[in-house]
């Protein structure tokens, strides 16, 4: 069984910084994609971050330039570094990865709370 675990929310002050990161365990043959999404209060969650196993990076705009996305030396694992935090930034971040177990398939993580606030 996979599961992705997130840690490295919390509160920050606007213009604060903050580190996510996602550990991907289970009986894992390949990992393709690993990103972030995330989801405010009362709104659809929206994708944030990814890269991909060759390591092309993409990022939303409303993002770009601000959150850097990186893989970890073991590849089950991702980071998400984000600097500059805005008030709109808050949300609960979740973590998923397309990869290969006995299938290949999407799997999240339960999700980590961003709070963005003075």
């Known amino acids: 069984q996979v599961q992705l675990v997130e840690s490295g929310g919390g509160l920050v002050q606007p213009g604060g910084s903050l580190r996510l990161s996602c550990v991907a365990s289970?009986?894992?043959?390949?990992?393709?994609?690993m990103g972030w999404y995330r989801q405010a209060p009362g709104k659809q969650r929206e994708w944030v971050a990814d890269?991909?196993?060759?390591?092309?990076?993409n990022y939303a705009d409303s993002v770009k330039g601000r959150f850097t996305i990186s893989r970890g030396n073991a590849e089950n694992t991702v980071y998400l570094a984000m600097n500059n935090l805005k008030p709109e930034d808050t949300a609960v971040y979740y973590c998923?990865?397309?990869?290969?177990?006995?299938?290949?398939?999407?799997?999240w993580g339960q999700g980590t709370q961003v709070t963005v606030s003075s």
């Open positions: 998923f990865a397309d990869l290969v177990t006995a299938v290949r398939r999407s799997y």
């Open positions: 289970g009986s894992i043959s390949r990992i393709y994609t």
């Open positions: 890269i991909l196993r060759g390591g092309s990076i």
